[in-house]
């Protein structure tokens, strides 16, 4: 197939029903009737976001956003408090169900007829520039694209978000660190169309792609240094609406863009087979490395019997942790592959790939030249225990190491309290939770795990070989 034909095959997938937009239609006529209905007597404002709004959203996505307006004068305290009532009583006179979610600030996370929906409080404010959090900008980027994203562009905006959703691409949240929706829209704006924008990205080059539809950005572009994809927020020209995009999602997305352009193929727009374990084992043992998991209850909010902190907290923290593991790990000479992070509700699991995992019982350590008096008489003092040598000009010694195994270190290094592991470099919530207790896991007991999800992030880590820039093997 060619890549139109692929294209209009997909569309037909991912396009909304009649049905489908019947219903939903329905259901956001009486759920902001009720919203009105109950912001009335404290005079807030209410603002419908997400892609339903613009015709971007994909089929069967069952969710929406409520933005509830406040007053620009309004103190936090009470745009928190009164934003989370006012979600409640929503919710609650629809008979959905609901939870208190955090992001800037606390949210309602609602369930109602079968959709999700956010019920998020923000300010009213004049302009994108005069926000006071980030979901102020919201209402703006509403505003933007319906002037500026075209009725016929709502399929190509669909076709980038199911290429990324399939990918592990889309998203911007830590935990994702891909491509929002909103950012999708804007690509579709800067390129057209789909396919456009396909060939286009298909030569990207990190740090080279600049993008400023508003044409207001007049600062120096070196502020975004390090930003793989720059593109300008025209409602915020300061902000870089591609800062969550990690190098590597980067990346991934120039080489699935090469595939489709000169390979294309419709399993590029969904998701990959069911892991087998079986093949996934197989692949580890081939290897020869050695994976270590370390596994640890995940933290709640407030440190007690609360819900789980929310992912843009916990992924950063989980990566900090990991690579600073590894960074102890290599002091005492084990060499570190790679490693990943992964959790659900329950479970953080930091996932550590080794090459060397296991050391020779004793180490040699080479002073200084035998010509350094002071500095010889201090080195044969410490370690006139053992084996020393002079070898050319230096002395030399051998000593009993401390860590013969990899795993032996990483308990050493985490049965600590919360303050000393805070101390060594791990972050605040993992150390917290750390100090409670946690477990090795054997590559055996990670493919075993209870959550097959762990099985697919592990699959998704071996993938990233199957990925060069500019060529897929």
Partial sequence: MNLDSVIQTVLKKITPSEEENKKIHGII?????????????????????????RDTWLAHKKEFDLFIQFP???????????????GKKIAESLKGSYLIAYAEHPYVRSKIHGYDVDIVPCYKVASAEKIKSAVDRTPFHNEYLSKNLKKTQSAEVRLLKQLCKANGLYGSDLKTQGFSGYLCELLTIEYGNFKNLVVSASKWLPGQVFIDLGKKYSGDKKEFSGQPLIIIDPVDPKRNVAAALSPSRFMKFIDVCKELAFKPSI?????????????LENNLKKRETLFVGIKFKRPLEDGGNSQPIVDDIIYPQLRKTAKRVVDILQEYEFVCNDNWVWCNQQDCIMLIELSVWKLPSIRKVVGPPIFTVKHSEEFLKKYKSGRVWVEGDRWCAEVKRQFILAEDKIKDTLSESSTT???????????????????????????NYKDKDLLS??????????????KKR
Avoid: C, W
């Fill in 29 to 53: 006529e009486d759920v902001l009737a009720q919203t009105k209905k109950i912001i009335k007597p404290h005079d807030l404002s209410v603002v419908l976001a997400g892609s339903f709004t």
């Fill in 72 to 86: 620009e004068n309004t103190t936090r305290e009470k745009l928190e408090k009164l934003g989370l009532e006012v």
């Fill in 267 to 279: 399993s590029l727009f969904y998701k990959k087979e069911a892991v087998e374990k079986s093949k």
């Fill in 421 to 447: 592991l805070k101390s060594k470099g791990i972050a605040s919530h993992m150390a917290d939770s750390l100090a409670k207790g946690f477990k090795l896991l054997s590559t055996k007991e990670i493919l």
């Fill in 457 to 470: 992030a592990v699959k998704e880590y071996l993938e990233h070989e199957d990925f060069v820039f500019g």
